[in-house]
């Protein structure tokens, strides 16, 4: 059953996928922005990036608040650390599952190589035919 820890890594990893979010997200780590400054590098409408906005919003990535009559945009630190403690915790299982592997390898090649050597030392014997 998922927890509510995975729910927001799944929320978070499924609006990382798209590049225009993850773009947006990059421009935000740099600073808080209205609407028209993240969306002056597309080529899209207004509205689009709204939309985009309102899926980093519903993930917990970024926050907007008031400012008189603008609506900045703020990149939410920790969610992104979460994925990021999961992506770590991955990346070590995997590293110490691959790192068992090779040794384990490592092992069968040094097992297999006596046998190899012991078959390629034996020369075969001519037999010497004596012409007499």
Excluded: N
């Excluded at 059953?1 to 993850?22: G, K, N, S, Y």
């Excluded at 609407?35 to 519903?58: C, G, N, Q, W, Y």
Aim: aromatic share 4%; with cysteine.
């Amino acid at each position: 059953m998922p927890t509510a820890v995975d729910e927001h890594l799944d929320a978070a990893f499924a609006a990382l996928a798209d590049p225009t979010r993850r773009a947006i997200v990059a421009r935000l780590a740099r600073g808080d922005a209205i609407v028209t400054d993240l969306a002056e590098p597309f080529a899209m409408t207004l509205p689009a990036i709204s939309k985009h906005l309102k899926v980093l919003e519903r993930s917990g990535l970024i926050t907007r608040s008031r400012h008189a009559q603008f609506r900045p945009c703020h990149l939410e630190r920790e969610p992104l650390d979460a994925a990021l403690a999961w992506i770590e915790d991955a990346r070590r299982e995997w590293r110490d599952r691959f790192d068992k592997l090779d040794a384990h390898l490592r092992e069968l090649q040094a097992d297999a190589e006596p046998a190899k050597t012991a078959k390629t030392s034996k020369k075969p014997t001519r037999r010497r035919r004596d012409h007499a």
